[in-house]
């Protein structure tokens, strides 16, 4: 009974003592009223400027996207296929293709690539934004040609399937008044010795651009209703950046959350995902075949 006792008068010693800890730490969770002002300690911390990643999201005329200063690529690049905009395009005449692609004058130098860095690699400089997407004008056509806008890109993948999987999200917007695109690169692992996983990818040029294991692709497309609810159409992609036998877009068709996933991305968090209906389901995803 006295060892009880005194397991009791401890008990209440030891609630005691915890419930003083957590009244006096609390302070740090749920009074900010009790500490300094959080802007003025922030304000200290970043006197001289916060990390700069150049990930913000930067807008050209008929694209925007988020730049990875550390690969010299883009993180994704998002891309608005309007009805309207393609009868445009079916109307005018192809523009001119520039002589050479331009460097965003908002990214530092350090950071961009340069066209050096391309020659004698064996990669070609991929668009994520298809120039054609924005062939209905000259300035936006021109735009696409933009080394933020490019990645290392096997050059019979950027030629032949990648081009076919382009016409194929263009043809899209012949049967939806609104068909979306985000594109980007990815860096997968591969299971080398002893089952473990590597990240394994070449570097080009004199600045160190990286060359992306494979490319991603999510369409969402609409048929936009100001009278009825209407379905959204989905599809995310994963494309080896290899050369590519002759298959058809579903070969490479993933699940959006493992996308998500791996990419590190969420993509059209705004839409209500119960509507969502698979794109290859809903449409054939062949593509033309050579």
């Given at each position: 009974m006295i060892f009880n006792e005194d397991f009791k008068k401890m008990g209440r010693i030891q609630c005691i003592l915890s419930a003083s800890f957590f009244t006096s730490a609390s302070w740090l969770f749920n009074k900010p009223s009790q500490m300094k002002d959080k802007n003025s300690i922030f304000k200290d911390m970043f006197k001289y400027g916060k990390v700069d990643s150049g990930a913000?999201?930067?807008?050209?005329?008929?694209?925007?996207?988020?730049?990875?200063?550390?690969?010299?690529?883009?993180?994704?690049?998002?891309?608005?296929?309007?009805?309207?905009?393609?009868?445009?395009?079916?109307?005018?005449?192809?523009?001119?293709?520039?002589?050479?692609?331009?460097?965003?004058?908002?990214?530092?130098d350090m950071f961009h690539l340069t066209k050096s860095d391309f020659v004698q690699s064996g990669w070609s400089r991929g668009h994520m934004a298809a120039a054609n997407?924005?062939?209905?004008?000259?300035?936006?056509?021109?735009?696409?040609?933009?080394?933020s806008n490019v990645v290392p890109q096997d050059a019979q993948n950027n030629s032949c399937f990648w081009s076919?999987?382009?016409?194929?999200?263009?043809?899209?917007?012949?049967?939806?008044?609104?068909?979306r695109l985000v594109t980007g690169p990815l860096w997968l692992p591969?299971?080398?010795?002893?089952?473990?996983?590597?990240?394994?990818y070449e570097i080009i040029g004199k600045n160190n651009v990286h060359v992306p294991t494979h490319l991603f692709k999510v369409i969402l497309a609409e048929n936009e209703s100001n009278t009825k609810p209407h379905d959204l159409v989905i599809g995310a992609f994963i494309v080896p950046n290899v050369p590519l036998q002759d298959k058809d877009l579903d070969a490479y068709q993933e699940k959006l959350e493992r996308l998500e996933e791996i990419s590190g991305l969420q993509f059209f968090p705004k839409a209500n995902k119960s509507k969502f209906k698979d794109l290859c389901s809903v449409e054939s995803c062949k593509l033309q075949k050579n």
């Amino acid at each position: 009974m006295i060892f009880n006792e005194d397991f009791k008068k401890m008990g209440r010693i030891q609630c005691i003592l915890s419930a003083s800890f957590f009244t006096s730490a609390s302070w740090l969770f749920n009074k900010p009223s009790q500490m300094k002002d959080k802007n003025s300690i922030f304000k200290d911390m970043f006197k001289y400027g916060k990390v700069d990643s150049g990930a913000q999201t930067r807008y050209y005329d008929n694209y925007c996207l988020s730049f990875n200063q550390l690969t010299r690529t883009p993180a994704w690049v998002s891309e608005h296929l309007n009805l309207n905009n393609m009868k445009r395009l079916r109307k005018k005449r192809s523009a001119n293709r520039p002589k050479d692609f331009a460097n965003d004058a908002e990214i530092r130098d350090m950071f961009h690539l340069t066209k050096s860095d391309f020659v004698q690699s064996g990669w070609s400089r991929g668009h994520m934004a298809a120039a054609n997407n924005s062939n209905f004008d000259r300035k936006a056509y021109r735009s696409t040609f933009c080394y933020s806008n490019v990645v290392p890109q096997d050059a019979q993948n950027n030629s032949c399937f990648w081009s076919k999987f382009e016409l194929f999200c263009k043809a899209l917007s012949t049967k939806y008044t609104d068909v979306r695109l985000v594109t980007g690169p990815l860096w997968l692992p591969t299971i080398q010795d002893q089952d473990r996983n590597y990240v394994r990818y070449e570097i080009i040029g004199k600045n160190n651009v990286h060359v992306p294991t494979h490319l991603f692709k999510v369409i969402l497309a609409e048929n936009e209703s100001n009278t009825k609810p209407h379905d959204l159409v989905i599809g995310a992609f994963i494309v080896p950046n290899v050369p590519l036998q002759d298959k058809d877009l579903d070969a490479y068709q993933e699940k959006l959350e493992r996308l998500e996933e791996i990419s590190g991305l969420q993509f059209f968090p705004k839409a209500n995902k119960s509507k969502f209906k698979d794109l290859c389901s809903v449409e054939s995803c062949k593509l033309q075949k050579n």
